[in-house]
């Protein structure tokens, strides 16, 4: 069964500066999707970001990024030039097909500091 | 983008009524619908998954007679928690997804059931 795992529950970052959002998962298909949502304080589930598996470019999303090592499972995230509006949790999530479930890690709690 | 609108945002009601919850895809034909349910500061349970015309699908654990899930069209599907306890109480998220291959979810804003 595929697995997403987030290893850090929370992180902080200082307005303006960058962090990053560990994601691992498992599986043994070769192609699939996988992405970033984030759902801030509102509940609502927005998607950051996509990465479907057999692209080997990163994607990006103005001042969302992936580091995606298919070898490895990672599928990281990079925000830069952090806002007060990014503060929410991130949770990350794979999918085998474009009709399946999703599997989705635990999230990651990210605080913004002024 | 495509949008998904759940109804009622929230809503609170007495142990042993039942309580109906609305998932409509507003511009597109949503193909699939699953349901979730998540608890404070955890990450989302996948109940049951829902195609247009057939029984849902539920995941291991979930009362079938307990979470009526119905499907009848295209753009909309509901969620029935039967003889609500209070430990149904809980934050309940719907998604959909339509014929492309993006494979993105598109969510609904969620519905708070509190019962009493």
């Known amino acids: 069964a595929q ?7 929370e992180m902080s970052v200082q307005e303006a500066e960058t962090v ?9 298909e070769s192609d699939y999707y996988l992405f970033w949502y984030k759902q801030p304080p509102s509940r609502q589930m927005i998607l950051v970001i996509r ?16 580091n995606f090592q298919k070898a490895a499972k990672s599928f990281s995230l990079k925000i830069s030039d952090s ?15 474009n009709a399946g479930k999703s599997t989705f890690g635990d999230g990651t709690t990210l605080t913004v500091k002024p | ?23 409509r895809s507003l511009d597109f034909q949503a193909t699939t619908m699953f349901w979730y349910r998540q608890f404070p500061k955890q990450s989302l349970m996948l109940m049951a998954t829902s195609n247009e015309g057939s029984k849902a699908t ?28 209070p430990e149904d109480s809980s934050f309940y998220i719907c998604s959909a997804t339509d014929r492309g291959y993006t494979g993105e979810l598109f969510f609904g804003e969620g519905s708070r059931l509190t019962v009493l």
């Open chain 1, 83 to 97: 806002q007060l509006g990014d503060a929410a949790m991130y949770f990350c999530a794979y999918r085998f097909t």
């Open chain 1, 20 to 28: 990053t959002l560990s994601c691992t998962y498992d599986t043994s």
């Open chain 1, 3 to 9: 697995t997403v795992t987030q290893s850090q529950p």
């Open chain 2, 1 to 23: 983008g495509a949008v998904v609108s759940q109804h009622p945002s929230r809503v609170i009601c007495k142990s042993g009524t039942s309580v109906k919850i609305e998932c």
């Open chain 2, 58 to 85: 539920y995941e291991q654990g979930v009362e079938k007679d307990k979470f009526l899930i119905n499907h009848a069209s295209l753009t909309l599907s509901t969620l029935t928690v039967t003889s609500a306890h």
């Open chain 1, 51 to 66: 990465q479907e598996a057999y692209k080997q470019q990163n994607a990006t999303e103005n001042r969302f990024s992936v």
